[in-house]
């Protein structure tokens, strides 16, 4: 915890100077903190941890990428405030970007991605060019690539076998207004938490579920403090593993290529990973929680109209209808 104590520090000290990146000579290898607000055993920390290892080997150790897992950096806001102002380097983020520019809620909007090929057919073709834009100029962070996560599901401590169910019911979610207005308009009450909250939540009873995908949710124990399972399948979701946009053209040309190409065989990495441990991961679930297997079609249909509360929103609209015109032919 010091370690990662004083890296911060320093950094931040040097943001002060003007000198981040920074190497102390010459001859020393420039040196980038990334942070994961997820448990060491997640696959996107694992993930980030391998795109550290990328980045050195393609940039011939002129790079030196620190990986800060677990939270020790803070939760996903801090983390991504920490990027803006430069106390952090990067990090692999998701949705919580669309606290800093509402737009950004189709990165995580209920029942709008079909599956991992309409994801993929989005941030590797226009649309994607689109967002990839948009964020650099709203909010100041780059996407290096885009890391694929599995289906989120509902954990809880009564069990939920229609959407009747979850009526009242508080649910943690992440910070994020586009999962506060799906669960409103299921009938839940969902109450917004930092990840690293979850779990103290949870054994207190301070909320009576969370929602994640199954290898977030093995990966830190949240079948400890709730007993029941419900598959839902209500958001295909992926990750991004993001840079301050600055702090990446400070960096010459070669060293750019290594960051890029490092993240993009970070993100084969973790497809393989997920691959090898998810039907492991379903199994033990499986034999330590009570499982129901949810019909969501009533789901979708009680959340269909959710996006319209988001029109207010400039370019949200665009980036919706595009994305569902993807969609179209998958």
């Not at 950004?104 to 994801?119: C, Q, R, T, W, Y």
């Amino acid at each position: 915890m010091k370690r990662f104590f004083l890296l911060s520090l320093v950094l931040t000290l040097a943001v002060a100077m003007g000198a981040v990146p920074c190497a102390l000579a010459a001859d020393q290898p420039i040196k980038l903190v990334f942070a994961s607000a997820y448990s060491p055993a997640d696959h996107q920390s694992q993930t980030l941890v391998k795109f550290g290892e990328l980045a050195e080997k393609y940039s011939q150790g002129r790079l030196k990428v620190d990986v800060a897992v677990g939270g020790v950096l803070g939760g996903e806001r801090d983390v991504a405030e920490g990027i803006q102002i430069g106390t952090v380097n990067g990090a692999i983020l998701g949705g919580i970007l669309q606290n800093f520019d509402p737009a950004m809620s189709i990165l995580e909007f209920p029942f709008l991605f079909k599956n991992d090929a309409h994801v993929r057919a989005v941030m590797e073709g226009p649309v994607g060019e689109k967002i990839r834009s948009r964020l650099i100029a709203k909010t100041g962070l780059r996407i290096l690539y885009h890391v694929m996560r599995t289906p989120r599901e509902l954990t809880t401590k009564k069990p939920v076998k229609s959407l009747a169910d979850i009526k009242g019911m508080k649910i943690r979610v992440p910070e994020m207004e586009a999962h506060l207005e799906t669960w409103r308009a299921l009938g839940a009450t969902p109450t917004p938490l930092a990840f690293t909250e979850v779990y103290t939540a949870l054994q207190l009873g301070t909320v009576d579920g969370q929602e994640n995908p199954l290898g977030v949710i093995y990966a830190n124990k949240f079948y400890e403090v709730t007993d029941y399972l419900a598959i839902t399948d209500h958001l295909v979701g992926f990750m991004m593993i993001v840079m301050n946009d600055a702090s990446f053209n400070k960096l010459d040309p070669s060293l750019r290529k290594a960051l890029s190409q490092a993240a993009v065989e970070a993100s084969q990495f973790n497809d393989n990973l997920l691959k090898s441990i998810n039907a492991d991961i379903e199994k033990k679930l499986f034999e330590k929680m009570k499982v129901t297997k949810i019909d969501n079609g009533p789901w979708r249909q009680a959340s269909k109209d959710v996006y319209k509360r988001f029109l207010k929103y400039d370019g949200f609209e665009d980036l919706y209808l595009s994305i569902r015109k993807v969609g179209e032919g998958i």
